[in-house]
């Protein structure tokens, strides 16, 4: 489960920044709370504020990191693109000034591993600019530790320390390293199970972003896996849409050709409706369904995943197209040790402020991202947070109201739109 996760100077981040998902001392929904390698952690973060405040940055970051970790034993050396330049990933610095644009971008996280590793805690993190990697960190420790994190390996400019590392395989990392690459997905490329296990945590993982326009497409167009070939998996995908509409009793996977000189095949997707005036059913695409049940279309197979597997999920604009009750509900689902036995978390961000007096969230599950007059983003806690009086937010506050009023901040600055004003 993910404890933590830190990051600096990335897009409208500039300054040290910290989602932190362990649970706080307050007194609200203590059956949220997970146990797990000794740690109390939540199940959800949702994050709150105006637009282009920077919550998608935050899932961003996160995504480059991950993206980064996966792909980077294939950058640098000879593995170039077609333009002949190497092909690699760039970080995104606070543009801004001029210091941080030539600083570096950092990412890290804190996580506990699952019961087949012991449930231990790691951290893992790097630095890196235009350049390449300029530093990198991965130590553990034990369920039962309770003292310092122990190094695996560390890794600054040219200085790298492979101490938790075998000794054939330090001498296969040094031979193969790249600038441009990390350790730990260099590593797991060699099948060193010390790494393997933190590249796989972030694979793991899924993130979604429903406010771009091309990604919500192609997720929209994305089959459940083995959803035409098994009539058990279309079932499963059946029963999770019978939970908010129940107008789809089933679902129909045509193979036709494709009106192309090409030739080939393509699918047909018909969602079966029962008529309302007789025992007979009918059929309708499904890309003629709702833009909302397309939504949930989509977002079975990441919920699916995370939930089987305890990982996170990552969702910007998760309220989209949605009606509260049913980001509620998946909020519950999250929340209930019932539907979510592997203790998957769900990170979020959303413009669905009745969600706040909902009965759902914790104060420390409540966070609001806030752009200053420069530009400069801002994280933080709704449980940290505290009022012009310096006193903290109690848990009987109109949660919704007062954020609306702009108690907490987070909300844009508006104007009269006055289209017709004349210049």
């Known amino acids: 489960m993910l404890l933590q996760f830190n990051f600096r100077n990335f ?45 998608s940055n935050v899932i961003e970051a996160f995504n480059f990191m991950s993206m980064y970790v996966i792909a980077s034993f294939n950058f640098g050396g000879e593995n170039n693109t077609k333009s002949g330049e190497k092909e690699s990933m760039k970080p995104t610095p606070f ?24 449930h231990k805690h790691y951290n893992y993190g790097f630095t890196l600019n235009h350049e390449g990697i300029t530093e990198e960190w991965l130590s553990y420790k034990s369920k039962s530790s309770k003292g310092d994190f122990k190094l695996i390996f560390s890794r600054k400019g040219q200085n790298l320390e492979l101490s938790g590392i ?22 797991a490329k060699l099948r060193i199970e010390k790494l393997k296990k933190i590249r796989d945590w972030f694979i793991r993982n ?91 279309f989509a977002l079975y197979p990441l919920l ?30 999250f929340i209930n040790p019932e539907t979510n036995p592997n203790h998957a978390q769900l990170v979020f961000t959303t413009h669905d402020a009745w969600i706040l007096n909902a009965n759902v969230l914790r104060r420390d599950e409540i966070w609001f991202t806030e752009k200053s007059d420069i530009g400069i983003s801002t994280l933080y806690s709704l449980a ?19 954020y609306l009023l702009g108690k907490y901040g987070a909300i844009p600055s508006l104007k009269l739109l006055d289209l017709n004003k004349e210049e």
């Open 11 to 55: 897009a409208s981040f500039r300054d040290d920044t910290t989602l932190d998902l362990t649970a706080t001392k307050i007194t609200e929904y203590n059956n949220h709370i997970v146990e797990q390698g000794n740690e109390k952690i939540l199940p959800i973060a949702g994050i709150y504020g105006a637009n282009a405040s920077g919550k």
């Open 95 to 118: 543009l801004m000034d001029s210091k941080s644009r030539e600083a570096d971008s950092m990412f890290e996280v804190y996580f506990v591993s699952d019961s087949n590793d012991n």
């Open 166 to 187: 075998s000794a054939k395989s330090r001498e296969n990392i040094k031979v193969a390293l790249e600038k441009e690459a990390l350790v730990v997905s260099l590593g």
């Open 206 to 296: 899924e993130i979604a972003d429903f406010g771009h326009p091309i990604e919500n497409f192609f997720l929209s167009e994305k089959l459940p896996e083995n959803f035409v070939d098994s009539e058990k998996v279309r079932n499963q995908v059946l029963d999770f849409f019978s939970t908010f509409d129940t107008s789809i009793i089933g679902f129909e996977v045509e193979e036709i050709k494709a009106e192309s000189d090409q030739g080939g095949t393509k699918l047909r997707i018909d969602a079966v409706h029962k008529m309302i005036d007789s025992e007979e059913t009918t059929k309708i695409p499904l890309k003629r369904e709702s833009a909302g049940t397309l939504k949930m």
């Open 304 to 333: 699916h995943n995370v939930l089987t597997q305890g990982s996170v999920l990552f969702v910007d604009e998760l309220n989209s197209r949605l009606h509260p009750l049913l980001l509620r509900n998946i909020l519950v689902t």
């Open 384 to 402: 940290d947070f505290v009022d012009d009086d310096g006193t903290k937010i109690r848990k009987d506050e109109n949660l919704e109201k007062n």
